[in-house]
């Protein structure tokens, strides 16, 4: 009862009202949206840029535990470009198509140069760098600092457990049925989403610590 009381918190907040809205949008978007909608670049995964992005700015501006969330936006960066497949789906759209999109191996191909190779190598050197600043800037420490002592609110991280549920069997349990892979990754951002506002703009979800 003590770490209920210490560690989760159960309001229903207005942040949380925005995941429910999606989750309950997802079924009448299953019903009547075209599979196109769910396509690489389409109006979904548009959407769920939109998300990232905001969520990026409120990590950026956070009023509270400052380093701990800048650094979070750098680490979503990663995020961010894993959507549109490191540029690909961006910038190498199949002419007369609708959501398909030319390999990094064709692209090598056309240029005349790898850039796939080059792109993925700059990619994980990202990820290293992050690895690496976390450790050596103590971020690491923060981070542990904020999870022993913070409270979960409890219907985003289920929303967020839900999304990541059937996000996992939506290739087998609906023949690869984007609307539905689609929109329950939309719904795992809008309540990742709530997390980060409650954590960089609510003073009852941090430590006390403005620096």
Not at 34 to 51: D, H, R, S
């Amino acid at each position: 009862m003590e770490f209920i009381k210490k560690h989760l918190d159960f309001k229903f907040y207005g942040v949380s009202f925005i995941a429910l809205i999606v989750f309950l949008l997802i079924f009448p978007a299953l019903k009547f949206l075209p599979q196109n909608y769910g396509y690489e670049n389409g109006l979904i995964e548009n959407m769920q840029m939109a998300v990232l992005f905001g969520i990026g700015y409120m990590c950026l501006f956070a009023k509270y535990n400052k380093r701990v969330f800048k650094f979070a936006a750098l680490a979503l960066l990663i995020l961010i470009l894993r959507e549109v497949n490191l540029g690909r789906t961006l910038f190498f759209p199949i002419e007369g198509e609708i959501g398909k999109f030319y390999s990094w191996k064709d692209i090598n191909a056309q240029l005349g140069f790898p850039l796939g190779k080059c792109v993925h190598f700059t990619y994980g050197l990202y990820i290293a760098f992050i690895a690496i600043l976390f450790i050596v800037k103590g971020i690491f420490k923060e981070f542990w600092n904020l999870a022993v002592n913070i409270k979960l609110p409890v219907w985003n991280l289920l929303f967020m457990g839900v999304a990541s549920f059937c996000g996992a069997i939506a290739e087998k349990a609906t023949n690869n049925n984007f609307i539905f892979e689609e929109g329950f990754e939309l719904l795992f951002y809008a309540a990742l989403a709530g997390v980060i506002y409650l954590y960089t703009m609510n003073e009852n979800f941090t430590v006390k610590n403005k620096e």
